[in-house]
């Protein structure tokens, strides 16, 4: 199933928020690639602006943000360089998105069995009735019981995981090449969160697309991606194989954050001084965003910006540390 | 040694017209002065109501609850303020928990009003002492909620909770809506709040990692019972029910290349107004027989101090 | 959108000064800017008055009747020879000072019982529900008009007329507030720190109900202006010699019909300045409270 043919390639991307105190760099170079079949974790903590990267990719930022600079090739055409006509054909079957916040996502005034078969309506063109019929079929695929009592039930009658499965019932009628989950799982039970988890590795299987799962669980991570890009304040600080990330860390944030993780199979010694580090995110541009909480910042990572360097096949970081 | 927190069958039905949800259900523990307990379970497993019924924010339909050999439930609203003096809470939701009008200041001093025998000089005091303690910086009093971090927020939390020098905190989901760095922080601070102030802590929690890390025992709670009870490496080790057993199943291990064996669940946990007389996991259990669903549950200890209510293996 | 409200949370938290806040605040809402200077202009035009044009409002002149608009008199005189612009100044001291007791009174009142009504809930709720329907049931303006008959002309009972008709309106807000705001957690918080149920009511629950009140209080001020001018120039509440504007539109409204309209032009504009200042502003705080509540 995998052939390394490129499928997103997001070259350097600039966004800005224009705010009442000036315009604000909330995305700043951002690049990563996806290639056929796989799953990319990006992660990042609230204010890291991985959930921009995402929308930014469907271009379906709000009208205050404005995309400054960069590229985003999908199947090798620019996605920013396209007409919105031309961009809306590419939404859905092309690029699917599953966006955080799982109530947003669906029409409340709807029937969940109306929403899934509207969507196969409008892709695949097909009757109202088959449409309805192949909805039944896609929320018997993502395991709701009873699909067609349930299929008459109105949004707020579901749970929270119900709705997100419904959610991926849609998603998967549009076959995407390419789908982005923005926290798909947050806000949901821990079993729930996995039999979801289970199901967005069998959209892969199924329809072979390939996977930007946006999340701040490195457990999530560490189970279910095969590659990971982490982002601190609208820049990649580092990407690699999951393997080769968590093995070593070649960031400072990247092992701040492997070293502030928690685990449930042992006890992490609570020994950390919990004095008081800086949340303040910091939005400058020139240099590198992480050098204010950065223990071991050297005097030009705060103006200059450090250079991309790939120190093994598929493991890259932007740091002065690593020369 | 006497346990500090007693719970003896607590029980609290809610009632919507004809609908009963029995939000906690016939349930026992105890705590040791110094413990710190986890409470663990997953959405309306009633852990909240729980925490809610000791603090005195909710009346128990039936039960008792007995803290350093006093009757909670028995107090008068006036003497269970009184009690107050000794039993705290950090709240879930820095955002909805700072009353956004107040000043730091105003909302960490709030509690003095409960220590009687002091001067407005030590109030001063308790205060300087407490700020430095959670790591806020004095500049900070002046501040209004909105105008700090989620982390920052918390700490002014933990504050507030602390300064009247309690004996026990209920610490609800302190670390929820934090970030991942800031969560090993707020953590530590608790922990070595605990060693110098000498606080019981009960932690609520539905993420268990966190509860590994800061507690000693712990008790699992599904739909409103207590299902699993015991020393935190017993339970997430070795866990003897098996909705414990799906629940660390479930959870994510930041370690790629584990490859481990997931148990996951089938369906929903059931209607909370609609429990199975049984045993209420029986629905979902991939083990369950005939018996469970009709036969309620007793707690038994199958190691020392390691207690399940579960009927298999029971025979 | 959470990743839009994230980047402007982080915006929030960063200090500005006072004065920077406010000239943004005003370009962004034009309305505030425009209320705001059509009340001063009123204000101070009135306040100069007294010093510029010197006449005493309450003396006539019967040499100088009936004059229209001159360099002596801007305004004109009314049928006494009294300078208008003095009179509609005086006039001032009355209404704007009437307009502000008024809705202070009434928003205190509407805090208490609506704040008292929304956190204990039960019986007592119910019953200043059915009083505030009751009142409600009347227009306000009938409703002045019936207690001033009742309880005379005079400049008090004026107030507590119009106080009255607007309570309900405030109860209702206030009550709505509390009942939203008493789940938040901050209240458990303030049980847990030791306050009496009295004390998180009115001490920790009403300072985060009263933006709601207090935007509607600003409207009010404008209805206010406009129940006190058109109960005095029915005749009720407060009567002629006092120059209140009502008071000066009716008397110059049998002179327009012969021609001299200044009589009852220039107190009926002021009136309209008035309450149209006020309405402005009170949009535009309107609009500013509810953006903030939505996280802009």
Redesign the interface.
């Known amino acids: 199933m995998r052939n390394s043919a490129t499928l997103l390639e997001v070259v350097d991307v600039d966004v800005s928020f224009k705010t009442v105190l000036g315009p604000l760099r909330v995305l700043d170079k951002v690049s990563l690639k996806v290639e056929q079949g796989e799953i990319v974790g990006l992660v990042g903590e609230s204010g890291s602006g991985k959930s921009l990267t995402g929308l930014t990719i469907m271009r379906l930022l709000p009208p205050q943000a404005v995309t400054d600079a960069g590229i985003i090739r999908f199947r090798g055409v620019d996605l920013l360089g396209l007409s919105e006509r031309e961009m809306r054909r590419i939404r859905g079957s092309g690029v699917a998105m599953i966006f955080q916040g799982i109530r947003t996502g669906l029409n409340p005034l709807m029937r969940i069995g109306d929403q899934v078969a509207r969507v196969y309506r409008v892709q695949q063109g097909l009757s109202s009735k088959d449409a309805y019929e192949k909805g039944i079929e896609s929320l018997q695929q993502v395991a709701i019981p009873r699909a067609e009592a349930w299929a008459r039930a109105y949004p707020h009658q579901l749970s929270g995981g119900m709705c997100q499965r419904v959610l991926i019932a849609m998603v998967l009628a549009c076959k995407p090449d390419l789908l982005i989950a923005d926290e798909p799982t947050t806000g949901l039970d821990v079993t729930i969160q996995a039999q979801i988890l289970e199901l967005i590795k069998e959209i892969r299987l199924k329809i072979g697309a390939s996977i930007v799962l946006i999340t701040h669980d490195l457990g999530i991570v560490a189970e279910t991606c095969e590659r990971v890009v982490v982002i601190y304040a609208g820049q990649v600080m580092e990407t690699g194989t999951v393997s080769s990330l968590f093995a070593e860390p070649l960031h400072p944030y990247t092992q701040s954050l492997l070293g502030s993780v928690l685990r449930v199979d042992r006890a992490v010694a609570l020994t950390d001084s919990p004095g008081t580090t800086t949340e303040e995110v910091s939005f400058r541009t020139g240099g590198c965003r992480f050098a204010a909480r950065c223990p071991v910042a050297l005097p030009q990572c705060w103006h200059e910006r450090p250079l991309w360097r790939e120190l093994e096949p598929g493991h890259g970081v932007a740091c002065h540390r690593q020369v | 040694m006497e346990p500090l927190l007693r719970i003896e069958k607590l029980t609290k039905v809610f009632r919507q017209g004809r609908h009963v949800l029995r939000a906690v259900d016939d349930l026992s523990f105890e705590i040791n002065p110094g413990e710190t307990v986890g409470l663990v379970g997953?959405?309306s497993c009633g852990k909240t109501t729980t925490a809610?019924c000791i603090?005195?924010?909710d009346k128990p339909t039936s039960g008792r609850i007995w803290f350093d050999g006093l009757d909670l439930t028995a107090l008068s609203r006036r003497d269970m303020?009184?009690q107050?003096?000794w039993?705290?809470?950090v709240?879930?939701?820095p955002d909805?928990?700072?009353?956004?009008?107040f000043t730091v200041r105003r909302i960490v001093t709030?509690?003095l009003?409960?220590v009687t025998m002091e001067g407005r000089g030590d109030h001063e005091r308790r205060l300087q002492a407490t700020m430095e303690r959670?790591?806020?910086?004095p500049a900070f009093l002046s501040r209004y909620p909105?105008?700090?971090?989620?982390?920052?927020k918390q700490r002014v939390?933990i504050a507030?909770a602390i300064i009247i020098n309690p004996k026990f905190v209920a610490l609800d989901e302190p670390t929820s809506s934090l970030?991942?760095?800031?969560?090993?922080?707020?953590?530590?601070?608790l922990?070595?709040l605990q060693e110098e102030l000498g606080i019981t802590y009960l932690l609520i929690s539905?993420?268990?990692?966190?509860v590994?890390?800061?507690s000693e025992r712990v008790l699992v709670m599904y739909l409103g019972r207590l299902v699993e009870a015991g020393p935190?490496?017993a339970v997430?080790?070795r866990p003897y029910h098996p909705y414990t057993r799906?629940?660390?199943?479930?959870?994510?291990?930041?370690?790629?290349?584990?490859n481990r064996k997931?148990i996951?669940?089938?369906?929903?946990?059931p209607d909370p107004f609609n429990v199975p007389p049984g045993c209420a996991f029986c629905e979902r259990c991939a083990e369950a027989a005939a018996y469970c669903h009709t036969e309620p549950v007793q707690l038994r200890e199958v190691q020392p101090g390691h207690l399940v209510a579960c009927h298999l293996g029971s025979e | 959108m959470e990743a839009v409200g994230e980047v402007e949370g982080l915006l929030s938290r960063a200090p500005e000064s006072r004065l920077s806040r406010s000239v943004l605040l005003l370009r962004r809402h034009p309305q505030l800017g425009a209320g705001l200077a059509i009340l001063v202009a009123l204000v101070t035009t009135l306040a100069l008055a007294q010093v510029l044009v010197p006449y005493d409002p309450l003396r006539g002149d019967s040499s100088t009747v009936l004059e229209p608009p001159s360099q002596a008199h801007p305004l004109g005189t009314d049928s006494f020879g009294r300078d208008i612009l003095s009179r509609i100044a005086q006039g001032a001291w009355l209404d704007l000072p009437i307009a502000f007791t008024t809705v202070a009174i009434a928003i205190t009142l509407g805090l208490l019982i609506g704040a008292l009504a929304g956190y204990t809930g039960g019986l007592v709720d119910m019953v200043v529900m059915r009083a505030t329907d009751i009142l409600m049931a009347f227009p306000s303006f009938i409703l002045a008009m019936v207690m001033v008959a009742v309880l005379g002309n005079s400049v008090p009972t004026v107030v507590i007329a119009i106080a009255v008709s607007f309570v309900p309106d405030f109860i209702r807000l206030a009550r709505g507030e509390v009942l939203s705001e008493r789940e938040l957690e901050y209240v458990d918080a303030a049980r847990c720190a030791g306050n009496s149920e009295w004390r998180i009511m009115y001490i920790q629950l009403l300072p985060n109900c009263l933006t709601p009140v207090l935007v509607h209080g600003t409207l009010c001020l404008a209805w206010a202006i406009l129940d006190v001018a058109g109960l005095a120039f029915l005749g009720i509440g407060i009567t002629p010699p006092t120059p209140e504007w009502g008071v000066l539109v009716s008397e110059g409204v049998r002179h327009t019909i012969s021609g001299d309209w200044w009589v009852s032009l220039f107190p009926g504009a002021t009136i309209l300045l008035a309450a149209l200042g006020f309405n402005l502003v009170g949009d535009s705080l309107r609009d500013i409270t509810a953006r903030e509540e939505r996280g802009q």
Do not use: C, T, W
Not at chain 2, 246 to 258: D, K, N, R, Y
């Open positions: 997953e959405s809610r603090m005195g924010l303020r009184r107050r003096r039993l705290q809470m709240f879930q939701d909805a928990s700072l009353n956004p009008r709030d509690p009003r409960l959670v790591g806020i910086p909105h105008q700090l971090s989620g982390g920052q939390g507030r970030d991942m760095s800031i969560r090993i922080h707020v953590l530590s601070l922990k070595q539905h993420d268990l990692s966190s590994r890390s800061l935190v490496e997430f080790d799906a629940l660390m199943s479930a959870i994510p291990v930041p370690e790629p290349g584990l997931r996951v669940l089938p369906g929903e946990p």
